[in-house]
């Protein structure tokens, strides 16, 4: 059951059916998603091209899943401190701005570690 209501739980499936219901608003609606999965397409598109190992498919598919997912919490959190605060206060930004942060962390990293991959890839190192 779900705390606060008389309604149980959605199925397994149908939960993964919100699932895809959020992934898709995320897609629909915030840009940076957008540029995130352009640049995941193109990473996986450089490691056919490139035929790298299996090592270097698991660094980059774990690059792009923990980029887009980092993407999905911050949308998460700025929509919860939007549902919570219209004013501009203090702590809503600062809420906003290290949940952004960690994208942005977390984007450098898998950079860093896509120019380290395909640069082996490519003899360079």
């Known amino acids: 059951m779900i705390p606060g209501s008389n ?4 199925t397994f ?9 959020g992934f898709r608003t995320a897609v629909a609606t915030e840009r940076n998603i957008k540029v995130q999965l352009l640049v995941g397409v193109l990473a996986i598109v450089a490691g056919v091209v490139l035929k ?5 498919w698991v660094l980059v598919l774990l ?8 993407e999905l919490v911050n949308t998460s959190i700025e929509a919860i401190v939007d549902l919570a ?3 501009l206060h203090p702590l809503a930004k600062r ?3 290290i949940a952004a942060a960690s994208v942005f962390t977390l984007s450098i990293t898998a950079a860093v570690v896509g120019i380290i991959v395909f640069a082996r ?3 360079m190192l």
């Open 7 to 10: 309604r149980e739980h959605p």
């Open 85 to 87: 605060t219209q004013d």
């Open 95 to 97: 809420a906003k701005d």
């Open 13 to 21: 499936i149908r939960s993964f059916g919100y699932a895809i219901e």
């Open 63 to 70: 690059c792009i899943g923990l980029v887009l997912f980092a």
């Open 121 to 123: 890839a490519l003899g």
């Open 52 to 56: 790298i190992d299996a090592l270097s």
